[in-house]
């Protein structure tokens, strides 16, 4: 795979398990060979229902998500990567989803990341590219290479027109409810988030809950959607 320009600060030492995801399998062959040794493939998939079986089976650290993927059943206008994390995401919360696709497409970049995926890279990476991209993500952060990340910013940013800048919708959150948004944003459970935050898990629910009433969002995948584009992770 050719050079791409993500570059991600990471702890590269650290092992990360994840699950390929790709209707190709040489592409998956190849992807596993190019990865860093810091990075264990941990389980493969082909199509839509192949990945929600093996996600969920394996609960990895990461998964490398194809877009454009077959599947049964998928709903006009969702690409079949979206509708793994769709079916997949609620049950492996500590799980995080990095796009790995042929396509530019601002509606591919920004469909998969609206179902909520961390991140957004070409297939034109290279493989030290992506086992950088795969630390970053499973440390919390988003990738995206600059092109992409116009699209995301593009997209959510005219949310933002229409409602409030982020600082006034930040405004909105108390300190605390800002901590516990920011910590559920980067794909912590709730049970993680209230060891982190010394309070309960039924708090991080209540928290959760008021959270995403004041900012008018429907779940935890469009929140962390929301503070990806606000760079707010």
Do not use: N
């Not at 530019?104 to 890279?121: H, P």
Request: charged fraction near 25%.
């Amino acid at each position: 795979m050719a050079e791409a320009s993500v570059s991600p600060a990471v702890h590269a030492s650290a092992r990360v398990r994840v699950v390929v995801v790709d209707d190709h399998s040489i592409f998956r062959s190849g992807l596993k060979a190019d990865l860093a040794d810091s990075i264990e493939v941990v389980g493969e998939a082909h199509d839509v229902e192949s990945a929600v079986r093996v996600v969920t089976e394996a609960a990895p650290d990461v998964v490398l998500l194809d877009v454009h993927l077959p599947g049964l059943d998928v709903p006009a206008g969702t690409s079949g990567g979206a509708e793994v994390i769709r079916r997949a995401a609620p049950s492996v919360p500590g799980t995080r989803f990095l796009a790995l696709s042929v396509s530019d497409k601002a509606e591919d970049v920004v469909g998969v990341i609206r179902a909520g995926a961390r991140g957004y890279i070409t297939k034109g990476s290279s493989g030290a590219d992506v086992s950088r991209a795969v630390h970053a993500v499973a440390g919390g952060d988003a990738v995206f290479s600059p092109k992409l990340a116009g699209f995301v910013l593009d997209a959510f940013g005219a949310a933002v027109g229409e409602t409030a800048s982020a600082s006034d919708e930040l405004d909105r959150l108390s300190a605390r409810e800002q901590e516990v948004m920011r910590l559920i944003a980067r794909g912590y459970a709730y049970k993680e988030v209230a060891a982190e935050l010394f309070i309960s898990s039924k708090t991080v629910e209540t928290h959760v809950s008021a959270v995403l009433r004041k900012l008018q969002l429907s779940s935890r995948h469009e929140l962390t959607a929301w503070a990806s584009a606000r760079r707010l992770l």
